[in-house]
């Protein structure tokens, strides 16, 4: 599947997208805000530092928000991801979330790693699974255990259809593979070696995820008693109403009643705790954004507050209030969502 | 169209909390607690409601409750096996009763 950029289709301009939602006549998360009396939005301290290295990736999924794939060229130089490491060494933000596309693809994807883990930080690798068994990156796992990184992989399903149907076919079979290949390194095992492997649940369709610790133990039993795999946490993420998935939910006419539901889903609890007010997002050119979604959106970080790494590292101030537009709704539907899962209950 | 059954309806669910209030909430609290996780989990017990759902033929409860399965991580496969088992205990529910039948052709029969 090619990605919406190579195909020129009119959803991969941001600017479209925003529209789009617009024209659902979803009203705007500010104003949902205020009207439950909450404050605009503005961080506390940084605990997460998430970069995102690139959008190439081996994989094409049905849902990406990134709408990363092969012919993704973006990519992190060498010049800025020494400036992110730079942003670690002056600033005591506990955690390097490294994202994509597929990081590891990224040819200084294993430098970033390294001088992270030098300056003792947690480092998290939001990894594809298939990645892990391409000829060239065989040594990865080592890798990533020697350095003690956090693998987070996404997993919609413990079966075999609807993994496939949203990654692409033959994705569940070769997930299990790179599975099996982590628990065998010692992550998973729950024994407290530092290896932590964390699984995402995407919903596949245009619904909600459900209770992420009832997912968790069903993920757990099944995974155990089908494939003798095991995994420390489940996250739940919902699909945001952006890029791919957005033109999923046009094409199967899904779109409105998809919106009603995060509006009428809208939990002022998981407002007050959703992931940009304690992460800074980078993006594969050094721009700043109050989220990975921001990110693709095109929508830096605003209100005066530094825009690129350059600038930061200038200014040294991280306090800034963040930009909101209408998919943040997929942020504090139900339980919210993060890319730490669900933040309320 | 007119038909005894109106989709909307099933929004209107908690109109019928309005003249008895107190069995309305003694309901849901019950209701709520029965489709916590437990010895089960969420989607399992979604996937019961869906079969019992079928077998009672409620319109209702179908919508919801397969809504509720796909949130709670069961797929097409799984929901399908779980008509079936409604769809088996049905089936078998009448045949089994055949014996009554049988019974009754035995006594009268020579």
Redesign the interface.
Same mark, same amino acid.
């Not at chain 2, 989990?41 to 399992?44: F, K, L, M, V």
């Given at each position: 599947m090619p990605s919406l950029l190579s195909i020129g289709h009119r959803l991969s301009h941001p600017e479209r997208q925003l529209r789009v939602l617009a024209d659902t006549g979803s009203p705007a998360f500010d104003e949902v805000l205020r009207r439950h009396g909450l404050p605009a939005l503005e961080t506390g301290p940084i605990e997460i530092l998430q970069v995102n290295v690139g959008k190439l990736c081996n994989q094409t999924c049905a849902h990406c928000h990134v709408d990363a794939g092969p012919d993704r060229k973006e990519i992190m130089t060498r010049e800025t991801a020494e400036q992110v490491i730079e942003l670690l060494r002056r600033h005591p933000i506990p955690t390097l979330d490294i994202t994509g596309g597929a990081p590891e693809l990224n040819p200084n994807f294993r430098w970033m790693v390294r001088e992270a883990f030098r300056l003792g930080r947690h480092v998290i690798d939001r990894c594809n699974l298939t990645v892990l068994l391409i000829k060239a990156q065989r040594d990865l796992a080592e890798f990533l255990a020697a350095h003690k990184v956090e693998v987070i992989a996404s997993l919609p399903s413990f079966r075999k259809n609807g993994t496939d149907a949203q990654r692409g076919d033959g994705v569940f079979d070769k997930s299990i593979e790179a599975l099996r290949m982590l628990n065998a390194l010692g992550y998973g095992d729950g024994n407290g070696n530092g290896l932590r492997l964390g699984l995402v649940h995407n919903p596949v369709g245009a619904f909600l995820p459900g209770n992420q610790a009832s997912l968790e133990r069903d993920y757990k039993r099944e995974l155990d008693r089908r494939f003798g795999v095991g995994f420390d946490n489940l996250y739940t993420i919902t699909n945001m109403p952006i890029s791919r998935f957005l033109d999923f939910l046009e094409r199967s006419g899904n779109l409105e009643r998809y919106m009603d539901v995060l509006v009428q889903s809208f939990n002022p609890g998981a407002a007050g705790s959703v992931m940009c007010r304690s992460y800074l997002s980078v993006g594969w050119d050094g721009v700043l954004y109050d989220c990975d979604f921001n990110q693709m959106l095109d929508l830096p970080v605003g209100f005066g507050a530094p825009q690129t790494l350059s600038e930061l590292l200038e200014s040294g101030d991280l306090h800034r209030r963040v930009r909101t537009d209408r998919h943040c709704f997929g942020c504090t539907a139900g339980a919210g969502s993060s890319c730490a899962g669900a933040v309320a209950d | 169209m007119e038909t005894y059954y109106c989709p909307h309806d099933l929004e209107r669910f908690s109109e019928m909390g309005k003249n008895c209030p107190e069995l309305w909430e003694k309901f849901m609290s019950y209701y709520n607690a029965v489709f916590a996780?437990g010895a089960l989990?969420?989607? !399992?017990k979604s996937l019961i409601a869906l079969a019992v759902a079928t077998a009672v033929q409620c319109p209702y409860c179908i919508d919801a409750y397969t809504?509720?399965s796909? !949130?709670?991580?069961a797929?097409?496969?799984?929901m399908t096996e779980a008509v079936h088992v409604a769809n088996a205990i049905r089936g078998g529910s009448s045949l089994v009763h055949g014996v009554q039948m049988r019974t009754v052709a035995e006594k009268l029969g020579m």
């Open positions: - | 996780d989990t969420e989607r !399992e809504k509720a796909l !949130e709670k991580g797929d097409l496969d799984q």
